[in-house]
T-cell receptor, first 115, second 114 residues
Framework: QKEVEQDPGPLSVPEGAIVSLNCTYSNSAFQYFMWYRQYSRKGPELLMY????GNKEDGRFTAQVDKSSKYISLFIRDSQPSDSATYLC???????????????FGAGTQVVVTP | GAGVSQSPRYKVAKRGQDVALRCDPI?????LFWYQQALGQGPEFLTYFQNEAQLDKSGLPSDRFFAERPEGSVSTLKIQRTQQEDSAVYLC????????????FGPGTRLTVT
């Protein structure tokens, strides 16, 4: 079983809807949680970064971390066709058990926002 | 400014050939990472450099994989005697400092082994 689980989708939503994405993980040492966006044939691009539990908001994006449940979420409000991409969660133990910055990724969820 | 660049963007190799993949990180970035991304999967960590020192190579799948960063800037990932299971996108990422989580990824090199 992988340390980070993510539903591959595809997840199809109409323009303007809220996109809800999530990941579960098994390694309780993870402290740093990230969401990346990856367009086809491009490298991942960092969207959100959260340390430990809690919520973080940045424009249309909200990231939530629940360490007690080992569950993280990303919400995209007022979705646009340009949000169509693969969204990857990533996490790290931050030097406790692994190299600082070494990321463990989920498989990615493909999101399609239809006009 | 210039981001992380990788070359070549696409590489086709016959099984058994050696290949070399190049990564030019963002100027001044201390940390450099290599990841392997199979089709439909997330990136998997291969190795990590801090300046010219290779601090973690735990993700390299076999001794056919070798990475170097001799002057602390450009890095090369070499795969000897390529096998079909090596077919993947190889991503390079850099970050400003050894304690920064903001990794900037290049576009990747798509390797196909026939």
């Amino acid at each position: 079983q992988k340390e980070v689980e993510q539903d591959p989708g595809p997840l199809s939503v109409p323009e303007g809807a809220i996109v809800s994405l999530n990941c579960t993980y098994s390694n309780s040492a993870f402290q740093y949680f990230m969401w990346y966006r990856q367009y086809s044939r491009k490298g991942p691009e960092l969207l959100m970064y959260t340390y430990s539990s809690g919520n973080k908001e940045d424009g249309r994006f909200t990231a939530q971390v629940d360490k007690s449940s080992k569950y993280i979420s990303l919400f995209i409000r007022d979705s646009q066709p340009s949000d169509s991409a693969t969204y990857l969660c990533a996490m790290s133990a931050g030097g406790l058990t692994d190299s600082w910055g070494k990321l463990q990724f989920g498989a990615g969820t493909q999101v399609v926002v239809t006009p | 400014g210039a981001g992380v660049s990788q070359s070549p963007r696409y590489k086709v190799a016959k099984r058994g050939q050696d290949v070399a993949l190049r990564c030019d990180p963002i100027s001044g970035h201390v940390s450099l990472f290599w990841y392997q991304q199979a089709l439909g999967q997330g990136p998997e960590f291969l190795t990590y450099f801090q300046n010219e020192a290779q601090l973690d190579k735990s993700g390299l799948p076999s001794d056919r994989f070798f990475a170097e960063r001799p002057e602390g800037s450009v890095s090369t990932l070499k795969i000897q005697r390529t096998q079909q299971e090596d077919s993947a996108v190889y991503l390079c990422a850099s970050s400003l400092s050894s304690s920064s989580y903001e990794q900037y990824f290049g576009p990747g090199t798509r390797l196909t082994v026939t």
